[in-house]
Each structure stands twice: as structure tokens, then as C-alpha cells.
């Protein structure tokens, strides 16, 4: 079975390993309709024999059923890799306005007893990477959320820490890029939503900040696979925010999309290479739900960057047309 070994990359200053494709497990979790468990755990078991080596969730997929699945996923397997988790803000304050308090949002004792409970779900003594699943530009001067960060080091129970930024603002992590206390960013990144590589990108390269990409397929819209009409499963959260204007929008703009590749192109495999040619983008993390879409992702490296012609023709799509009216995740409704 071919195994993806030479595409091993390492995160931030502790140089935690990782790969240039990864596994999001926020649909394995739940929220995305059904999902049966032996379907995900054979989908996770696939990564690892493929040679994924960087799997991404948090403890809001599911209440908890993502990092458990991960877990059971790793005994299976006999076979461990990195994992980054999150921690969700105190009564679901997503992208907090500036001004507000951390402490309101990331109290020290949330946090501590965040990193508990995913130590426990993800059983395991230490958690590779802790990353703040919103963040608010005013909080750059404040220090209490660093200072617990650091001791949960100190203590053994985490290897490294960062932000994971909101769906609409790239930016929101930038004060802190500069001040050098954190060096891994995960952040929404894909052809459809390109802020990132304007607002956030450029100074991530000059700061060594290492760059995740979550929804590099824009919620399953970068698969190529949804139709006029579609509708979502009444559990699946795309049901609320794909419909009607914004769904007709997107089916108009990923046929733009199509329009410039080979027919019977996968798209999917396009919008993962498209993150990839990003010289600022250290890893993507895709979600799957299925053994099939993990060999489709991890295909993907075997083909490279996008030509810089086609990379040169989606920036103008982005120029003229993508940039306004951008919504291809959740939104400020926050994940989980």
C-alpha cells in the first residue's frame, strides 16, 4: 500500500511533527448528519496507514465524540499521531467583540479544565497542540492566557499552543504574530475564502508563524458534487446556511471554478493543491467522512502545486468576484 511518507512537515518552535495533508474530524464528530462510527473509524484507520500524520479536532465535534473516536481510532491502529484540540470559549463567545475581557472568554480555569477533559477523552498524558478556537483582536496586551498556557507546559500536559482564528476575521491573531507568543495559526483558507493569504499570510512567513488550513474544501461545496436544489440532512448545520441565495451563489462560483480546469477533473484534489502551493501554508487539514475521501485527499500530493497559470486565473476570480459575499463555514455561529 503506498504510504505518503516523504511529506512530513513540523509545527512551530517545538518542531511537533506533522504532514502537508491532514484529517479534520469535525463532520466524524457530528453536526454534518449521520455518521456512522465504524465509517469514521475506518476513515481515521486509512490516514494512518496512508501516513497522515497530523489529525485536527476539538472537544465541540460531537461533545466530545471526535477526540473519543481518535482515541479508540489510536489503541486499533497501535499507532499514535499528532493531535491538535481546541478550547471553545466560555458560553459560546465566538469572535468576540474588541474590548472584551479574556477573562470573560478564557477564564484560567476553563482553560485548565478544557485541557483536562481532552486528555482524558484523547487518552493520552499530553496534548501536542491547545489552540484557542476564537480570538479577539484586543487582547494582545493581555498576558493571564499566555502565562496558563505556559504552565500547562511547564506541567507536561501540552507541547505547544496557538490560535485557531474566526471564519471572518484572518486577521484577529495578528497582534499576537507579532509579539511572538504564539507560532501556530489554524485558519479558514480555501479558493472559495482567500483573506487569508491578504490579511494573515505575509506576516505569518516574516514572524515563522506555521499556518493550518481548516475547510480547504469550503464545506464539501470545493468537492465540485452539490447540485441546484440540494438539500442538506436536517441534522447537518450546512442546512441553515447553504440554501436559497448563498447556496446559488456558491453552485455559480465553483462553476466558474470548473470552467477552468479539464473536464472530469477532481475538484477536490484541485482546492487541497490550491492550499498547498500557498508557500505560507505549512498543513491542510481536510474533514472526511469516509475511506474513499481520504485516499482522494492524500492523492493529492503526488500531483504538486497548481500550474501558475491556473493559480494566476483563480486569484483574478477571487479579484472580480469571491471576495464579496464570502461564506463558505459556519460563521460567527462558531463550530461544534
Known amino acids: 500500500?503506498?504510504?505518503?511518507e516523504g511529506a512530513s512537515v513540523y509545527l512551530g518552535?517545538?518542531?511537533?511533527?506533522?504532514?502537508?495533508?491532514?484529517?479534520?474530524?469535525w463532520a466524524i464528530g457530528g453536526g454534518w448528519g449521520p455518521q456512522p462510527d465504524n465509517q469514521s473509524l475506518n476513515a481515521l484507520g486509512k490516514a494512518l496507514e496512508l501516513g497522515s500524520a497530523v489529525i485536527d479536532?476539538?472537544?465541540l465535534y460531537g461533545n466530545g465524540h471526535a477526540e473519543r473516536l481518535i482515541a479508540q481510532a489510536?489503541?486499533?491502529?497501535?499507532e499514535k499521531v499528532t493531535t491538535l484540540t481546541k478550547i471553545y470559549p466560555l458560553q459560546y463567545h465566538w469572535a468576540p467583540a474588541p474590548g472584551t475581557p479574556i477573562q470573560t472568554t478564557f477564564p484560567a480555569k476553563h482553560i485548565f479544565e478544557q485541557a483536562e477533559a481532552s486528555l482524558r477523552r484523547l487518552e493520552t498524558d499530553c496534548l501536542d497542540c491547545l489552540l484557542f478556537q476564537t480570538w479577539c483582536p484586543s487582547w494582545a496586551k493581555e498576558t493571564e492566557w499566555y502565562e496558563t498556557m505556559v504552565k500547562l507546559r511547564e506541567q507536561g500536559k501540552i507541547r505547544s499552543f496557538g490560535i485557531s482564528v474566526s471564519d471572518h476575521r484572518a486577521y484577529e491573531a495578528n497582534e499576537i504574530i507579532k509579539s511572538g507568543l504564539v507560532d501556530i495559526i489554524e485558519t479558514p483558507y480555501n479558493i472559495l475564502d482567500q483573506r487569508a493569504a491578504h490579511h494573515l499570510f505575509p506576516l505569518a512567513v516574516k514572524h515563522n508563524v506555521s499556518i493550518i488550513a481548516r475547510s480547504p474544501l469550503a464545506s464539501g461545496a470545493l468537492t465540485g458534487k452539490w447540485y441546484d436544489e440540494m438539500k442538506f440532512h436536517r441534522t447537518d448545520w450546512r442546512r441553515r446556511v447553504f440554501r436559497e441565495k448563498?447556496?446559488?451563489?456558491?453552485?455559480?462560483?465553483?462553476?466558474a471554478i470548473k470552467d477552468l480546469v479539464e473536464p472530469g477533473t477532481n475538484l477536490a484534489q484541485v482546492a487541497i493543491r490550491f492550499c498547498l502551493s500557498h508557500p505560507a501554508v505549512t498543513s491542510v487539514i481536510p474533514g472526511v467522512r469516509s475511506e474513499a475521501q481520504v485516499t482522494c485527499n492524500l492523492a493529492a500530493l503526488e500531483q504538486g502545486p497548481l500550474q501558475q497559470t491556473l493559480l494566476h486565473q483563480i486569484e483574478r476570480l477571487w479579484q472580480e468576484d469571491f471576495q464579496y459575499e464570502v461564506r463558505t463555514s459556519v460563521g460567527e455561529e462558531g463550530e461544534g
Open 246 to 255: 448563498v447556496l446559488q451563489r456558491t453552485l455559480r462560483r465553483i462553476s
Open 13 to 25: 518552535h517545538a518542531q511537533i511533527s506533522a504532514s502537508r495533508i491532514g484529517v479534520g474530524t
Open 74 to 78: 489510536f489503541r486499533s491502529q497501535g
Open 1 to 4: 500500500m503506498l504510504r505518503y
Open 57 to 59: 479536532t476539538a472537544p
